[in-house]
């Protein structure tokens, strides 16, 4: 005997397949937040001043 399956179920279940791939797609091609980048930004900013505020001052 086969296996009895419920067509709806797996029709739906091919649909979650096909967003999932989309927005892994998606994902990749925006990258990341805006307010991660920004921050990021902001972090690299500071990281900088800090590192030129230790400097000597012949360097």
């Known amino acids: 005997m086969s ?3 419920n067509l709806r ?3 739906k279940e091919k ?3 096909e967003k ?3 927005a892994e797609a998606n994902r990749a ?3 990341i937040a805006k307010s991660a ?3 990021a930004k ?3 900013v500071l ?3 800090q590192l030129e505020g230790h400097k000597l001052d012949g360097e």
């Open 47 to 49: 990281h900088e001043k």
């Open 37 to 39: 980048h920004n921050k």
């Open 3 to 5: 296996k009895v399956v």
């Open 15 to 17: 649909a979650r397949h």
């Open 20 to 22: 999932d791939v989309v």
């Open 29 to 31: 091609k925006h990258g």
């Open 42 to 44: 902001v972090m690299a």
């Open 9 to 11: 179920q797996v029709r």
